[in-house]
Each structure stands twice: as structure tokens, then as C-alpha cells.
């Protein structure tokens, strides 16, 4: 079974980080659909321990968790494409801390403000710009977040993007209000090609929230 | 110093960095932090999470234990490497790294935490079905060799073997026997890497982190 193959779900932030770090790399790659409901024996079988997209399949093996797998993919391609992560050790490692930041924060928070309601709606919304202030000011005056060069940190970020609208609809807040230089990165990043060729309409994102709640049965 | 590491003795996440320095011979200055009581300098250089470990390498801060480990293996490259050098060898020792983290331990310390029976024992059958992945694990990423590194001791031994002291605590507290003959192989290099030399004088004794968590638990309760 040779060749890479993605186990995905369009609107996943987490299938996203992968999708792009495969284009940064120009890595052809085949593209699997799943259906979340009604998951592949494939994908059970390629990720037993989570049974969670998305998975990349190179040559036959599974490599699970899209921060692992972007690493992978720098690593496995080394010789193509732009490195994704820095050479310098501790720039490494702050890409690392960063990326794990928005992994712990991010897609919890986001979540609660659009399932939540209430009280517990206005702390996830402070969280979750608390958190976006804290990422603008680590971004400062650099156009990306490793520097001059688009890379691990942002590919771990820039997903979330399509999901904004839906946050700021549902919580009532504007993100552009709350970090502007925020925004400004999220253009930067759409001037790529691999983000603008991946990334959903937002407006679509929206549409598969409002399903998800009617699915929960929340208002 | 140079090098200085902020911890505290009974994290096994302050253990895996101190193993990581060990590995590599690395000259440090380690600085003991109290909960309770947070240093400075540990506030000042891990603003986001103020938490230990904290490696401080000429004054600049890299936080999150493994991180730290990566950090550690990255610049200190005299000696042997703490990860395998195959793209895919490397990303199943980091998964089953994450996967310790975002799920094992959590069950750990549920079972310590559990206050009936049911749920005990819920959270025991998970710490076990853990357990008998990392003996399959073991046997693939060791391919023979002594440990899930290979010859020398790495990345995955230490994600791992951190928690060995708190395991032996559990059984402690439980009468369980948590690494035995369903889990030949993990036992016999849990035993190898307790005795390592880069081990041994870090990880926290089993009695004494028993005293600790009935403490901080008492606390808890109390809060």
C-alpha cells in the first residue's frame, strides 16, 4: 500500500494542520473523507487507540496525532519543501510550547462558547480572548509566529481561522476587535497557497455548528 | 549556572527532565519549588502555566516536560540521541509519549482518587488495558533491545518510566500489583531503568511519595 493517504474531516482544525503542512511540502497525497458518525474500518483499525482522524497513512503505516504528524511530515520529507520547524533549539521549542498552547486551549474553549450558554458562555468567550491576546502578543511585530518564515507554529494556529466567524457568532464578540494583529496574521497566512487551496468557507463552518447544536439539541 | 532546573521531587514531570540532564552528563543547578509557594523566578519565566519544570539555559525559559527532554537531546548532542533517527520510529515514541500523558496518567490518578468501589475499579481496568499497550508498544519499539529506545535509554523511556515511582506508590495504596506477569516485559525494564544511573538518585522513593499524596489529597478534600 504505497503512497500517503489522509484519514480526515473537512472542517477538523486538527486534519487541517496536516492538510497544509502536505502542501507546504508538496507532498501528493490521497484524501479520505470520514464519516464520524459511522466510522472506516480503516481508520479503527489505523488509529485503535483513539479511533480519531486525522491519521496519515505513508506507505502502509499510521502516524496519529496532527502535531506528531506534521513533525513526521517535516521530518519524513526533509529534503522538499520549506523546513517547518526552526533549526535553533530553543526557537524549536517555543514553536513546540506555542503549538501545545493552542492545543490544550484553543478547540476546548472555542467549543464551550458555542455549546454553552449563560454564565458559563461569558467565561468561555473571556478565555478564549484571553487566550488570543496572549498568542497576539507572543506573535508581536513578526509576520509569522516562528519569525519571517511561515512554519509549525502557525500551521498549528491557522486552522482555527475558519472557525472565528462561528465563535464570533455564536458568542457575540468580535476577534478583530480583541486582537487585530491577529487578523492581519490570518491574512498573511491565506496569501499561502496551501492554506488558501485547504482552508473552508468559514460561512460553512458556521452552517455545520448551527447543525451540530440542532444535534445536541441546544439553542 | 548555565543550566538551572526548576522542579520539585515528587513531579514526575521535574524526573523526566532531571533524567533527560543525566543521560547527557549535563552540569546543572536544580532548584526545589514548593506549591504552595512559588519562586520568582518560576513565575517570571513560566507566566502562562507557572508550573514546574522550568529549564532555564543561559537565562531563557523552555517550559512543558517534554519539551524540555527534546530541547535537552537537540543541544546536547555528544552522546547518544534520545530519539530514533526514522521519521516513523520517532512519531509512534511520540505518540505513545502524548498518549501517557492525555490518558494514562489521567487514570492513575483517578484510581487514586476514586472514592467507590465501581469507580475503582473502572479506573484500574484502564491504568491496566494502559499498561498492556505499552508492553506491546515495548515490543515493537525495543526490537530486542534493553529499552524502548533501544540500546540506551530515550524520549519514550522517560515519558513513561517517570511514572514508575508514582505505579509503585498505587500499589502501595491498593495492594495491587500493577507491572507483573501480564506485563513481563514492561516489568523487567521498568527494573532497568529504575536502576540506571541516570535514574536512580531522581526518582522519588515509593513510601515517601504515599505520605506526599495522602497529604495532598487530605488538602483537597478539605478545600
Known amino acids: 500500500m504505497e503512497g500517503v493517504k489522509l484519514l480526515d474531516f473537512w472542517v477538523s482544525p486538527f486534519g487541517l494542520r496536516v492538510r497544509i503542512a502536505l502542501a507546504e511540502k508538496g507532498v501528493e497525497f490521497e484524501y ?20 480519531k482522524i486525522p491519521v496519515l ?30 533549526k535553533d533549539p530553543y526557537q524549536r521549542a517555543q514553536a513546540r510550547f506555542w503549538a501545545d498552547f493552542v492545543d490544550k486551549k484553543m478547540y476546548e474553549c472555542g467549543t464551550r462558547v458555542w455549546k454553552s450558554k449563560g454564565e458559563a458562555k461569558e467565561e468561555a468567550k473571556k478565555e478564549f480572548i484571553d487566550n488570543m491576546k496572549l498568542l497576539e502578543a507572543t506573535l508581536g511585530d513578526k509576520p509569522f509566529f516562528g519569525g519571517d518564515v511561515f512554519g509549525y507554529m502557525d500551521i498549528s ?4 481561522a475558519c472557525w472565528f466567524y462561528s465563535y464570533e457568532t455564536e458568542g457575540s464578540f468580535s476577534i478583530e476587535e480583541a486582537c487585530p494583529k491577529i487578523l492581519e496574521w490570518v491574512k498573511r497566512c491565506k496569501e499561502r497557497e496551501s492554506v488558501s487551496k485547504f482552508l473552508p468557507d468559514p460561512h460553512k463552518v458556521h452552517e455545520f455548528v448551527l447543525f451540530l447544536k440542532k444535534r445536541f439539541g441546544i439553542e | 549556572m548555565a543550566v538551572k532546573l526548576m522542579g520539585a521531587w515528587p513531579s514526575p514531570f521535574a524526573v523526566r527532565a532531571r533524567i533527560a540532564l543525566n543521560l547527557k552528563s549535563v552540569d546543572y543547578e536544580y532548584q ?5 509557594n512559588k519562586s520568582e523566578l518560576l513565575l517570571k519565566s513560566n507566566p502562562v502555566y507557572k508550573k514546574i519544570p522550568v529549564l532555564l539555559h543561559d537565562d531563557k525559559p523552555i517550559c512543558e516536560s517534554m519539551i524540555i527532554v527534546s530541547y535537552i537531546d537537540e543541544v546536547w548532542t ?27 496518567f489521567p ?21 491496566l488495558e494502559g499498561l498492556k499497550l505499552f508492553e506491546e508498544a515495548f515490543e515493537k519499539c525495543s526490537k530486542g533491545k534493553q529499552f524502548f529506545n533501544g540500546e540506551n535509554i530515550g524520549y ?13 506508590m498505587a500499589d502501595l495504596m491498593t495492594g495491587l500489583n500493577l507491572l507483573n506477569d501480564k506485563t513481563p516485559l514492561l516489568a523487567a525494564w521498568a527494573e532497568r531503568f529504575c536502576a540506571s544511573k541516570a535514574v536512580k538518585d531522581v526518582m522519588p522513593d515509593p513510601e515517601r511519595l504515599l505520605e506526599f499524596v495522602k497529604v495532598m489529597l487530605a488538602a483537597q478534600a478539605a478545600q
Open chain 1, 32 to 51: 479520505k473523507e470520514e464519516n464520524l458518525a459511522e466510522k472506516s474500518e480503516l481508520l479503527v483499525s489505523a488509529n485503535p487507540v483513539y479511533k
Open chain 1, 57 to 86: 497513512i505513508h506507505d502502509g503505516k499510521p502516524v496519529c496525532e496532527s502535531l506528531i504528524i506534521v513533525q513526521y511530515i517535516d521530518e519524513a520529507w526533509s529534503d522538499k519543501g520549506p523546513a517547518l520547524l526552526p
Open chain 1, 157 to 160: 494556529l491557522i486552522p482555527f
Open chain 2, 32 to 36: 526545589e519549588e514548593d506549591f504552595r
Open chain 2, 78 to 104: 555528544d552522546g547518544p540521541s534520545l530519539l530514533p533517527s526514522d521519521p516513523y520510529d520517532r512519531a509512534i515514541a511520540r505518540f505513545w509519549a502524548y498518549y501517557v500523558d492525555d490518558k494514562w
Open chain 2, 107 to 127: 487514570a492513575l490518578v483517578e484510581m487514586a482518587k476514586a472514592k467507590t468501589d465501581e469507580a475503582k475499579k473502572e479506573a484500574t481496568e484502564k491504568v
Open chain 2, 156 to 168: 519514550l523511556d522517560v515519558a513513561i518510566g517517570c511514572y514508575l515511582g508514582l505505579i509503585k
